[in-house]
């Protein structure tokens, strides 16, 4: 199985700041990445996919980048709404797997 | 508007299995493969399998073969899944979602308690 090693496991940021979170691939993913949003209580949602491409609805603060085995999603001028957990996805070889997430806290 | 309703919670004996609907809405449900993903209380998340109703054909991660079982009922635009032989380890929240770009819809889980 593909392993994705997802970093900070936590995260504590202020309004306003700008922050990226890494996932790193054991192998060669091919852009075959998505990163989601879950906030307590709720399913998980759909901000990037294909490494960048943006979901609609997304706010464009949210941006994704990365290839081969290197990926991150960053996040500009944070607002409240935007304490959550993160969590990227590979669907590039099944299983489909996922990184153990970053909580992301707002000062 | 593509909506997934899942079914309610449910608390049920070690040892017994437990079957969970997702009911589509707002899409053909027969074009787009249903996934179900597992997230254990506090912890990431784990693909369990998909299923993909205009055939049936299933595609699983191997840890949960045997575990859980995948239908559909094309009718009523309902997928199913059966879990057996649960254990507390089997103690977690249950989504279905499918995939359109990434996983972009997502039904609200289901809880499933294992307790005697």
């Known amino acids: 199985d593909i392993q994705m090693t997802q970093s900070p496991a936590s995260l504590s940021a202020s309004l306003g700041e700008t922050v990226s979170i890494e996932c790193l691939a054991s192998?060669?993913?091919?852009?075959?990445l998505a990163w989601y949003q879950q906030k307590p209580g709720k399913s998980p949602q759909l901000l990037i996919y294909y490494a960048s491409s943006l979901q609609d609805g997304v706010p464009s603060r949210f941006s994704g980048s990365g290839s081969g085995t290197q990926y991150s999603l960053k996040i500009n001028s944070l607002e409240s709404e935007d304490a959550a957990t993160y969590f990227c996805?590979?669907?590039?070889?099944?299983?489909?797997?996922f990184g153990g997430g970053t909580k992301l806290e707002l000062k | 508007q593509v909506k997934l309703l899942q079914s309610g919670a449910a608390l049920v004996k070690p040892g017994a299995s437990v079957k969970m609907s997702c009911k589509a809405s707002g899409y053909t449900f027969t074009d787009y493969w249903v996934s179900w993903v597992k997230q254990s209380h506090g912890k990431s998340l784990e693909w369990i399998g998909e299923i993909y109703p205009n055939s049936g054909a299933t595609n699983f991660n191997e840890k949960f073969k045997g575990k859980a079982t995948l239908t559909v009922d094309k009718s009523t635009s309902t997928a199913y899944m059966e879990l057996s032989r649960l254990t507390s380890e089997d103690s977690a929240i249950y989504y279905c979602?499918?995939?359109?770009?990434?996983?972009?819809?997502w039904g609200q889980g289901t809880l499933v308690t294992v307790s005697s």
């Open positions: 996805l590979q669907d590039s070889e099944y299983p489909w797997t």
């Open positions: 192998e060669d993913i091919y852009n075959n």
């Open positions: 979602t499918i995939r359109s770009g990434g996983f972009a819809y």
